[in-house]
């Protein structure tokens, strides 16, 4: 008999992209979202496809995902973010998958991601991977770090072949107003890490960020989205820096 799942989101201000993901996931036993009280209609369009909408305060992704956790009725999850949705041929390989005695507790999920109408192919974006999207609950557990988080897996860890898809930026401006948030609460973690701010920071991280996506990792085969998705990372290597040296001066 075919394992029952649970699917949890984490939503904030995002209702441009909820339906999409939302409609992704017709197929799982139950929808989990959790938002962090979101003002853009969000909760709204969530409530259309669930009662299951709970809010929390935003104390670090890796809290959130956790939180979410605890609401899901059945043994399975699935986690899907929402600026992801789940294509068929991802949705038919996990039901076949949990058919069965699946033979790993926890499962990557590779990612296709859309940048500036184009696929990514390239720059470490594809195949990318982000903390395991399906797993059995008593075996896997966030670490409830701000943001980045990581994870812990009591058990083996396996890889399906299907993809999500993704469109992590809408367009250049909804990447500076994530890189605005992410870049400070990237230093805030470095700050309380003891991590302490040298000043080739502001230029050799950058310039290695930008080599490793555009060079060693093919961005140049990207044309011009690759390039520009580089220059992009490479800036938020020096933004987060200069919060890090920011956070250290501040009285």
């Not at 399975?76 to 600026?83: A, E, G, P, R």
């Not at 990447?175 to 870049?183: G, I, L, P, T």
């Amino acid at each position: 008999m075919p394992r029952k799942i649970s699917a949890v989101v984490i939503a904030y201000n995002d209702a441009p992209n909820m339906r999409r993901c939302l409609d992704s996931l017709h197929w799982v036993d139950e929808i989990i979202v959790v938002d962090s009280n979101s003002t853009d209609g969000t909760t709204e369009i969530c409530l259309e496809y669930t009662n299951q909408v709970f809010h929390y305060p935003f104390q670090g992704f890796g809290a959130l995902r956790n939180q979410a956790i605890t609401h899901a009725e059945h043994d399975w999850i699935f986690s899907l973010d929402t600026d992801e949705w789940a294509t068929s041929e991802i949705q038919q390989e996990i039901k076949n998958l949990l058919i069965h005695d699946p033979p790993a507790q926890a499962y990557l999920v590779p990612r296709k991601n859309y940048f500036l109408g184009h696929w990514i192919k390239h720059c470490g974006w594809y195949p990318d991977y982000r903390q395991p999207q399906l797993f059995h609950k008593a075996h896997m557990r966030y670490r409830e770090d701000l943001v980045h988080e990581g994870f812990e897996v009591s058990g083996k860890t396996g890889v399906l072949q299907s993809h999500v898809e993704q469109i992590p930026f809408r367009n250049l401006d909804q990447y500076f107003q994530k890189m605005e948030r992410y870049s400070t609460l990237r230093a805030q973690v470095m700050h309380s890490e003891g991590r302490r701010f040298r000043a080739h920071q502001l230029f050799s991280h950058p310039l290695f960020t930008f080599f490793k996506m555009f060079v060693l990792r093919g961005g140049v085969f990207d044309r011009k989205p690759g390039l520009i998705l580089s220059i992009l990372y490479a800036y938020y290597a020096f933004v987060k820096y200069a919060k890090l040296w920011e956070c250290q001066v501040k009285r």
